[in-house]
């Protein structure tokens, strides 16, 4: 069975820094592509950023040089790297792979930017 634990998200003042990590199981997390995604309620989850299984990265636009994601395979998890946090990305953060053909999701941890 698949799972992934999103942890790490709490309340951050404008500027400050968090650092979110998914744990892993179920999968060979070597071979796995991860991704990070965000949703504010009423609105679609959109996609944050991107790490594949050879340690290629990739960002949203809004990122903007602010977060970088990475990856452990001896520990198999993922982490995003947040800093210099603006109130706009208050959100609940996903962490997300495609492994073998199906979508597997966590079920989020929460992050709040105070302004």
């Known amino acids: 069975q698949v799972h992934l634990v999103e942890s790490g998200g709490g309340l951050v003042q404008s500027g400050g820094a968090l650092r979110l990590s998914c744990a892993t199981s179920?999968?060979?997390?070597?071979?796995?592509?991860m991704n990070w995604y965000r949703q504010v309620p009423g609105k679609q989850r959109e996609f944050v950023a991107r790490i594949t299984s050879n340690g290629t990265t990739s960002y949203a636009g809004f990122v903007k040089g602010r977060f970088t994601i990475s990856r452990d395979n001896t520990r198999n998890t993922a982490q995003l790297q947040m800093n210099l946090l603006e109130p706009e990305d208050t959100a609940v953060y996903y962490c997300n792979t495609n492994w073998k053909g199906r979508d597997f999701w966590g079920r989020g941890t929460l992050v709040t930017v105070s302004s």
């Open positions: 179920g999968i060979r997390f070597s071979l796995a592509h």
